[in-house]
């Protein structure tokens, strides 16, 4: 019932930005939690940063002071900006949506990722 979309990947080198975003759309009452999360080649699936419907934020270490994560609530949208990427950095990057929807039942999304490679 809710669905997630990715984008803004691509190919960067490093130093340099990209900003990623996610669409929610479907039967969303509000969503509490948006979260972005990366796999690299052959690793688990980690957390990068989480923002709260408030606005507050918690950010993985490798993420802070590079990454900022923002919202707009009356769009369902979120937003990953990453400046001074590395290439450590480069991965799928998942957007995590919790809230509810109009029928007051909650819900967990996930979107398809999208690809971030950091290289020269």
């Known amino acids: 019932q809710v669905q997630l979309v990715e984008s803004g990947g691509g190919l960067v080198q490093p130093g340099g930005s990209l900003r990623l975003s996610c669409a929610a759309s479907?039967?969303?009452?509000?969503?509490?939690?948006m979260g972005w999360y990366r796999q690299a080649p052959g690793k688990q699936r980690e957390m990068v940063a989480v923002i709260t419907s408030g606005g507050s934020t918690n950010y993985a270490d490798s993420a802070k002071g590079r990454f900022t994560f923002s919202r707009d609530n009356a769009k369902n949208m979120g937003y990953l900006q990453m400046n001074s990427l590395k290439p450590e950095d480069t991965g799928v990057y998942y957007c995590n949506a919790v809230g509810v929807t109009k029928m007051f039942h909650n819900f967990d999304s996930w979107g398809l990722g999208t690809q971030v490679s950091v290289s020269s």
């Open positions: 479907g039967n969303i009452f509000r969503i509490s939690t």
